[in-house]
């Protein structure tokens, strides 16, 4: 909770990324949206698109975009990427076939979209908001109050036994 | 090799090295990003665009900023000397297993783009993949086809371990929220 210690408002800074981030994000649902044809990916995309949040936040503090963004959306992101692959590849068994097996799928171009569909609303989901939550996470690291209680639990067994306390406070 | 890659093999190793030496640990967190950048023009220049384009957003970007993050919330040891006091055991460690490398492992690596190299010598292989993922897949990228459509099964395991990464991250640090 003390990561907006750290914050200085640099106008520098913040001109950089309110200029650079429509690009960036830009360019990666590009890597994103054309990885099956060029270079790219869901993973590479996936990483841009995260990496836009981190700028935004370095260059506004990190606090403020921490309310700004909804920790449901980033949660959404990373579980419903897992799902969204995982359904695309139990759809095709489902209709008799094997994990993933494209062509069975009732669309148009069933392989090219199937494809698109697990590096776009899978792979690139996943990274995106993992990229996102670990920058987060970190920024609020451990703080004490959270481990306080387990700490007295420890101590106090401790001081009983003191060869073997350790080992079962933290069972 | 050609004057470019001779530059960017020479920037690799004195960020590398310098990466390793650097007291300041702000210094070293730079000086690794410089390095990743390196190493992401290394491999557009051999011709690995997918893997150059996540050695910079993860590596160059996501990780430095990471790190960044981490020395903001730690302390910072202050200090008036440039370099790490030099380990000589360590040094002795790692430059046998450089030497063992250089000497014998790295002579064993065919050239980039010989025909001797695996990926030339088993045309079956590469070929089958170069020549029929656009009919079976209808993807012009062998690489996304492989990773989605060939290999999806292995893919689908990598996406889950980077969930579990987020999972295990929350459980480290006692939270039950990201934002």
Same mark, same amino acid.
Do not use: C
């Given at each position: ?40 990916? #869901? ?7 995260? !990496?836009?949040? *981190?700028?935004? =936040?370095? /260059?506004? $503090? ?59 609303? #899978? ?7 993992? !990229?996102?939550? *670990?920058?987060? =996470?970190? /920024?609020? $690291? ?30 | ?179």
């Amino acid at each position: 909770m003390s990561a907006g210690d750290s914050y200085t408002e640099s106008q520098v800074i913040m001109s950089t990324v309110k200029i650079v981030t429509p690009f960036v994000l830009t360019y990666g649902l590009f890597i994103t949206f054309h990885g099956a044809d060029a270079p790219g990916g #869901g993973f590479q995309g996936g990483a841009v698109i995260g !990496v836009v949040v *981190l700028m935004l =936040a370095f /260059a506004f $503090g990190i606090e403020p975009t921490r309310e700004w963004l909804d920790n449901r959306v980033v949660t959404g992101l990373i579980a419903g990427g897992v799902l969204a692959f995982g359904a695309i590849g139990l759809a095709s068994m489902l209709l008799g076939g094997a994990f993933l097996q494209y062509e069975l799928l009732p669309i148009h171009h069933p392989s090219r979209y199937g494809i698109e569909g697990i590096e776009i609303l #899978g792979i690139a989901a996943i990274v995106s908001g993992t !990229v996102i939550g *670990l920058f987060f =996470a970190t /920024a609020a $690291g451990f703080t004490a109050d959270a481990f306080a209680p387990s700490d007295e639990r420890i101590e106090t067994q401790r001081d009983d036994r003191p060869r073997t306390g350790r080992t079962e406070g933290e069972e | 090799m050609t004057p470019l890659e001779v530059a960017l093999i020479a920037f690799v190793l004195v960020t590398a090295l310098a990466t390793a030496l650097f007291r300041d640990v702000l210094s070293a967190i730079i000086v690794f990003g410089a390095y990743s950048l390196g190493m992401a023009i290394i491999y557009t220049v051999l011709l690995a665009p997918d893997v150059a384009m996540t050695e910079a957003a993860i590596s160059a970007g996501v990780t430095t900023i990471l790190l960044l993050l981490t020395i903001a919330k730690t302390v910072r040891p202050s200090t008036d000397a440039l370099f790490e006091s030099v380990n000589v055991p360590a040094v002795l460690t790692v430059g046998a297993f450089a030497l063992v490398f250089g000497a014998a492992v790295l002579p064993a690596i065919p050239a980039i783009g010989a025909e001797s190299a695996p990926v030339w010598s088993n045309p079956e292989v590469t070929q089958y993949y170069l020549e029929n993922t656009y009919a079976e897949t209808g993807v012009q990228n062998t690489v996304a086809a492989v990773l989605a459509a060939y290999r999806g099964f292995d893919t689908f395991g990598e996406a889950v371990v980077v969930f579990g990464a987020a999972v295990a991250v929350l459980l480290v640090l006692d939270r039950e929220v990201f934002a």
